[in-house]
């Protein structure tokens, strides 16, 4: 295959794979579930221009420059952002809105910081500066004066350039904030008659471990969703709930289990009694 026909095949490919993502997004109407699947027809199609690239040979540096600074990070950035999207919704299942705005605004120190970490190539790549191409994006080839990402070396050398993976989680940081932003902004029209523990006049006033120690044993007797969900799902919810953070609970479980009588774990080795 000629280098240009595999330019134009990608660029062909790619449109083809926005307009199935699309077409996803009509048909489902499950936001998770959405995104599930559009990662995995990214995936496919990321497995496609690998299989294309890893055996081919460019004809010359402007078409693999082309390849990897402006095509293949296209594919690259949608599999980063939708799965950090699936990691995000799949953490806030059921959560309140204290705990969502939390988790919203530890993601976006995340993506600041990264910029603060990369602000030197951000730059370069911004401005479509040109001047380092040659060694940021030819394969087989890269400097070491140069900042590297530090995971480099476990990238396939055949299917990468020393930055384009880099250019890849700009354009995916940049959609993830604006996924953020527009997850904050429904969290701010919540109607006022919809439940938020943000708001409720109940407070936990007696010391954290009391607390950690009735959730326990809450949770291992099978008292919610008759056993289905995690103990850091019970704990969110409390935590919400109550309006207290019950920090590093597993530590607390711990002496928890190490105590001599503990009618806490007497309790949970019972045959569960909270079922319906």
Same mark, same amino acid.
């Given at each position: 295959?000629?280098?240009?026909?595999?330019?134009?095949?990608?660029? =062909?490919?790619?449109?083809? #794979?926005?307009?199935?993502?699309?077409? @996803?997004?009509?048909?489902?109407?499950?936001?998770?579930?959405?995104?599930?699947?559009? @990662?995995?027809?990214?995936?496919?199609?990321?497995?496609?221009?690998?299989?294309?690239?890893?055996?081919? %040979?460019?004809?010359?540096?402007?078409?693999?420059?082309?390849?990897?600074?402006? #095509?293949?990070?296209?594919?690259?950035?949608?599999?980063?952002?939708?799965?950090? +999207?699936?990691? #995000?919704?799949?953490?806030?299942?059921?959560?309140?809105i204290k705990y969502k705005k939390k988790l919203y605004e530890q993601e976006f120190e995340k993506i600041h910081y990264f910029f603060l970490e990369n602000t030197e190539f951000i730059s370069y790549y911004r401005r479509k500066a040109t001047y380092l191409d040659l060694k940021y994006f030819m394969r087989f080839k890269y400097d070491l004066d140069v900042k590297l990402a530090p995971d480099f070396h476990n990238y396939d050398e055949r299917f990468s350039t020393s930055? %384009?993976?880099?250019?890849?989680?700009?354009?995916?940081?940049?959609?993830?904030?604006?996924?953020?932003?527009?997850? #904050?902004?429904?969290?701010? =029209?919540?109607?006022?008659?919809?439940?938020?523990?943000?708001?409720?006049? @109940?407070?936990?006033?007696?010391?954290? +471990?009391? @607390?950690?120690? /009735? +959730?326990?044993?809450?949770?291992?007797?099978?008292?919610?969703?008759?056993?289905?969900?995690?103990?850091?799902?019970?704990?969110?919810?409390?935590?919400?709930?109550?309006? +207290?953070? /019950?920090?590093?609970?597993?530590?607390?479980?711990?002496?928890?289990?190490?105590?001599?009588?503990?009618?806490?774990?007497?309790?949970?080795?019972?045959?569960?009694?909270?079922?319906?």
């Amino acid at each position: 295959m000629e280098s240009k026909l595999l330019i134009e095949k990608t660029k =062909e490919l790619f449109t083809g #794979l926005e307009t199935q993502i699309k077409n @996803l997004k009509t048909e489902k109407t499950n936001q998770l579930e959405f995104i599930q699947y559009a @990662l995995m027809e990214t995936d496919e199609a990321i497995r496609t221009i690998k299989s294309w690239v890893i055996k081919h %040979d460019f004809d010359c540096w402007e078409n693999e420059i082309t390849f990897f600074k402006k #095509l293949k990070p296209l594919f690259i950035a949608k599999y980063i952002y939708f799965s950090k +999207v699936v990691a #995000l919704l799949s953490a806030t299942p059921g959560s309140g809105i204290k705990y969502k705005k939390k988790l919203y605004e530890q993601e976006f120190e995340k993506i600041h910081y990264f910029f603060l970490e990369n602000t030197e190539f951000i730059s370069y790549y911004r401005r479509k500066a040109t001047y380092l191409d040659l060694k940021y994006f030819m394969r087989f080839k890269y400097d070491l004066d140069v900042k590297l990402a530090p995971d480099f070396h476990n990238y396939d050398e055949r299917f990468s350039t020393s930055h %384009d993976h880099l250019i890849a989680t700009i354009l995916a940081h940049d959609q993830y904030e604006l996924f953020l932003k527009k997850q #904050l902004q429904q969290l701010k =029209e919540t109607p006022p008659g919809e439940p938020s523990y943000a708001t409720s006049g @109940l407070q936990w006033t007696a010391p954290k +471990v009391a @607390l950690t120690e /009735l +959730v326990f044993a809450l949770h291992h007797t099978h008292c919610f969703n008759g056993g289905n969900t995690s103990l850091s799902e019970t704990v969110k919810w409390f935590e919400e709930a109550l309006s +207290v953070d /019950l920090g590093n609970y597993h530590n607390t479980i711990a002496e928890i289990r190490n105590r001599k009588s503990n009618p806490i774990l007497k309790a949970a080795q019972r045959k569960p009694y909270c079922l319906s």
